[in-house]
């Protein structure tokens, strides 16, 4: 995974709530048993007007320029709630989002984000849009800027907001961690945790 | 102070605690499907790694199998039979349980874990899929997850987690004739949101849920994802014993009288501190269903459906706007006004034996409308097996729903079976996400009993009307 330090980039808005994961990436786009090459199946429903000829909806904001070349996800609250399916944190990185900025998350997939090499941010709705309010203006000038080691999300020269991130999923992005590595170097503790515990619940162990 | 629940499992899996609200949690289960899990498997064997605990891993095929009779390898989902192959190719060479097709443990995840004894009070399991909290109404802590911790969890038995905020939910009262652990869950997402549960685990209490045979428990706790939630968790009891015993993975003989003694003292001491503590009066509930495209757009069976214009929050507004356009509905609408094309019975909410039998105590001596599609289809070959015993699978082809194999089936579309575009379905799944179920199909969520009622009708309606009228 690609170690995350600073972004910045241009910021698309697409102000829904209660975004799932079948709208980020739907079921029939996720074709082969491989991470790879979602980056067409991201918001099929939404972006094409005809999922077979690949007919594009001009009003869906990521077909608009320069919104096109977005890094960035301005959105609203429960942003990737429902199915746990990474694809479509795969689709977001493959498609070119690097950073998410919502009220609120899904759970798993934040982790999957953190898992993934994309920062996700938690800011106020009221931030929010004054993020939008800015970027409207002029897309492609007025880019945002994230700092993950000061975490600070600024715009321009007037707005700046920290923002809070746990400091395990901070390291991680930062390091860009494998961490099932660094997992297997803490065996001989798995190991210690087992012996203990196969006599407190022998019934676990099968 | 005393623990929740949670935190006394939480305690007993902690192999570190990381110091910063962290900590890595030995995973006693792993369980996957030929959808997610198939990737996960490969993607081990991609890095060189492998399954450290073949034997505490469980995988069967559910996702992408059709469910019509005779099936075999071949799908209606393009690409479908790469999955399968896959997936079962990969099982076998990491040597973890399988449950094939044609094998009676095959069925979804999350009726089988329970079913089989896989998932018991107080052990953690996870799944690569969002509803693995199902397991929760036994009292077992389970979670989904992703394919990368997935394959963590493969390969090292354990997953770095943050310690979730503690929500208790206590369901007060008692449940009036007809009401169902799913018209539960959903008046709670109703009332505080798709996303009121989020950052929590949530455990759900009170007399009413003391009352629900552990089935219903399973439906409470599946929707828990829908409400935002980390996961949901009943405290077990004598009901939850009495269910687990003489499963096939279930402990025997010592073990099992030990496990005893561990499982009896699971439950949350009464000084344990929830950061948040909501609570539901059942007493005049009704039985409920979804007019939108999120589980929080839900409304009981009699009421018309809200107007946007009396919401004060804009996104919420929006939202709303946007729902009604979908679902091809006016504000105002009496719900049992509304026409459907299809009933679907189904999905690791609704598709266990007491969820047929409620559906065909309906359906018995009664006709599906004309032109209403019904379609039931068993949540695991057991209980597709145990239902003919009964002869329930009789009851519901007289009544002129069609019989399936098990499986996930229509719950969600994959590109292969599907209801047609802007067909109106009342399902007994969990989630009326847009295209969830189908290209434009317009998606009702509600109880076995209330889709029963709302087949033989034609359009929306409950059981309890139903007998009335
Ligand atoms: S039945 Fe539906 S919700 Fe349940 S596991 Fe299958 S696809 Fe997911």
């Keep these: 995974m690609e170690p995350f330090e600073h972004h910045t980039g241009i910021a698309a808005p697409l102000m829904q709530i209660n975004i799932d994961t079948d709208a980020i990436i739907p079921s029939r786009e996720m074709k082969s048993v491989s991470k790879k090459g979602l980056e067409d199946g991201l918001f099929a429903e939404w972006r094409y007007l005809s999922l077979t000829t690949r007919k594009e909806n001009p009003e869906f904001v990521l077909n608009q320029d320069p919104y096109r070349s977005a890094s960035l996800l301005l959105t609203g609250e429960n942003f990737g709630c429902g199915s746990s399916r990474e694809h ?78 746990e400091s395990s999923d901070q390291q991680n992005l930062l390091q860009g961690l494998d961490a099932i590595g660094s997992t297997l170097k803490m065996m001989s503790s798995i190991e210690a945790f087992e012996e203990n515990d196969i006599h407190r619940r022998p019934w676990v162990y099968l | 102070m005393g623990l929740t629940l949670i935190e006394k499992i939480w ?104 079913e089989q004894g896989i998932a018991l009070p107080g052990v953690t399991l996870v799944c690569p899929d969002s509803h693995t909290c199902t397991v929760g109404g036994l009292g077992a802590l389970g979670w989904g997850i992703g394919s990368s911790e997935c394959e963590h969890a493969l390969s090292t038995s354990t997953l770095t987690v943050k310690k979730p905020k503690m929500m208790q939910v206590i369901f007060d009262g008692t449940l009036p004739v007809g009401v169902t652990a799913k018209d539960l869950i959903l008046h709670l997402i109703q009332k505080f949101g798709a996303a009121g549960g989020t950052g929590y685990a949530v455990e759900f209490s009170g007399p009413v849920v003391k009352n629900l045979e552990i089935e219903a428990r ?9 409400f935002g939630a980390w996961t ?28 005893l003694t561990h499982w009896e003292q699971l439950r949350s001491d009464s000084d344990a501190h929830f950061e948040a503590i909501l609570s539901i009066d059942c007493e005049t509930m009704s039985p409920f269903v979804t007019w939108g495209t999120s589980p929080q757009h839900a409304i009981p069976i009699d009421e018309s459906i809200p107007d946007p214009a009396q919401e004060t929050d804009p996104s919420t507004q929006k939202s709303m706007h946007r729902a009604l356009q979908y679902m091809g509905l006016n504000p105002g609408t009496k719900m049992k006004d509304i026409a459907i094309d299809a009933a679907f ?20 001596d009664r006709k599906v409308a004309s032109g209403v599609k019904a379609i039931c289809v068993p949540g695991s070959s057991l209980v597709k097996q145990q239902a003919e015993e009964e002869g329930l699978d009789q009851i519901f082809k007289a009544a002129g729903f069609e019989w399936r194999e098990s499986g996930c089936s229509m719950c969600f579309f994959a590109g292969g079976e599907s209801f047609g575009e ?46 009335i009228g």
């Design chain 1, 88 to 165: 479509a944190a795969w689709a977001l990185y493959q498609w070119g989002i690097r950073v998410i900025v919502a009220p609120s998350f899904g759970s798993i997939f934040y982790n999957n984000c953190i898992q993934n090499g994309i920062l996700p941010v938690v800011l106020g709705p009221e931030k929010i849009k004054e993020l939008q309010t800015f970027v409207e203006l002029n897309p492609a000038v007025n880019q945002l800027t994230v700092d993950l080691r000061a975490t600070i999300i600024s715009a321009g020269s007037n707005i700046c907001y920290p923002f809070s991130i």
């Design chain 2, 11 to 114: 305690q007993e899996h902690e192999v570190i605690n990381q110091g910063d609200g962290n900590s890595l949690i030995y995973i006693d289960r792993i369980f996957l499907h030929e959808r997610t899990g198939s990737i996960a498997l490969k993607g081990l064997e991609k890095a060189n790694r492998s399954v450290r605990n073949p034997s505490h891993v469980f995988c069967t095929l559910d996702h992408i199998v059709d469910t019509f009779p005779g099936r075999g390898d071949e799908t209606l989902m393009p690409s479908g039979k790469d999955f399968i192959i896959s997936t079962r190719s990969s099982a076998k060479r990491a040597d973890i349980n399988f449950f094939d097709l044609g094998d009676p443990k095959q069925g979804i995840v999350h009726v089988v874990s329970p």
């Design chain 2, 218 to 226: 399973l439906t409470l706790c599946n929707m828990a994802v829908e």
């Design chain 2, 232 to 259: 949901g968790i009943v405290a077990p009891d004598d009901k939850t014993l009495e269910y687990i015993a003489n499963r096939p993975f279930t402990p025997q003989g010592e073990t099992y009288h030990k496990a």
């Design chain 2, 345 to 364: 019975i189904g999905s690791c909410t609704n598709s266990r034996l007491s969820d047929l039998r409620a559906a065909s105590e309906v359906l018995k």
């Design chain 2, 422 to 467: 802007q067909q109106r379905v009342i399902t007994t799944t969990n989630r009326n996400f847009e295209n969830r179920q189908g290209k434009r199909t317009r998606s009702h969520l509600a109880s076995p009993a209330t889709v029963a009622a709302s087949a033989v009708s034609g359009k929306l309606n409950d059981a309890n009307s139903l007998e």
